[in-house]
């Protein structure tokens, strides 16, 4: 039986079809899918049960695409990747020289609405959520020629080297290639697991402000790196050119 994680990814996955008409190549179709989550998910975050202070702009965030239908749809998505493009921090690192690459209004909608919209992401354990996208990843590395080596590490093998490793909490990691952030999350996520009821306030600041730094020279890959240690609700040190 399909679990419904893989039942999402597969559903996710269904639209490359689609989208293979608007000339999406599977690694363009995936960051497409990324800019469209990252608006879902910050939306659910300043509700209830997580109250967070809005990231996003209202004029720019996810309601505002569920208002609008059409050519109007397609023209407000480009202001939305080009505006949040021009914002300080964290939100304009993920959404830097971000392109609007659909170029079918109706097929935009379909995402918004019958993919994206469909789900309540934030109620996802975090690891459920790191499946669809790395499941996205892996269909991609499969199917294109180029496959998606810079980006995706199986989780397995990150596991495995976590694992070996054992970060504690007063350690400070470091990924000098990070791609999307796999390694230095895994890591995070190994000191909550296991350090959880023993961290004093000092140590719950630096795995939160400080615990991980990465490094990422390829744009693309440095925006999808920010964009997951958001949505984790962890900070890093980032570089890209």
């Known amino acids: ?21 608007d000339g999406l190549s599977y690694m363009a179709y995936t960051e497409q899918i990324t800019f469209l989550l990252f608006l879902k998910m910050a939306d659910e975050l300043t509700k209830q049960p997580y ?16 208002e609008r239908d059409g050519d109007e ?4 998505y480009r ?32 995402l918004i609405v019958d993919l994206i919209g469909s789900e309540t992401w934030s109620s996802m354990q ?21 496959g998606a080596g810079q980006y995706f590490t199986p989780r397995q093998l990150i596991q495995a080297i976590v694992d070996c490793v ?15 952030v796999g390694f230095l999350l895994a890591a995070h996520d190994h000191v909550v697991k296991h350090h959880r009821k023993d961290l004093d306030p000092d140590q719950k ?30 900070k890093a040190e980032g570089y890209a050119t």
């Open 1 to 21: 039986m399909t679990n419904p994680t893989q039942q999402i990814v597969n559903k996710a996955w269904n639209f490359v079809h689609v989208l293979r008409d």
């Open 166 to 180: 054992r970060p504690a909490p007063d350690d400070t990691v470091c990924d000098p290639a990070c791609g999307t």
């Open 79 to 110: 202001h939305i990747l080009e505006e949040l493009g021009k914002k300080p921090g964290m939100l304009g690192a993920i959404f830097k020289k971000a392109r609007q690459e659909i170029q079918s209004p109706a097929t935009l909608r379909r």
């Open 51 to 66: 109250n967070r202070r809005p990231m996003v702009p209202p004029e720019l965030g996810w309601a505002s695409l569920l």
């Open 126 to 146: 975090a690891d459920v959520k790191g499946d669809i996208y790395e499941g996205l990843l892996a269909k991609s590395a499969a199917e294109s020629p180029k």
């Open 205 to 234: 600041k630096h795995l939160k402000k400080r615990y991980v730094h990465g490094w990422e020279l390829v744009p693309n890959t440095a925006r999808l790196c920010v964009m997951n240690l958001y949505l984790h609700g962890t």
């Open 73 to 76: 749809l397609e023209v407000h």
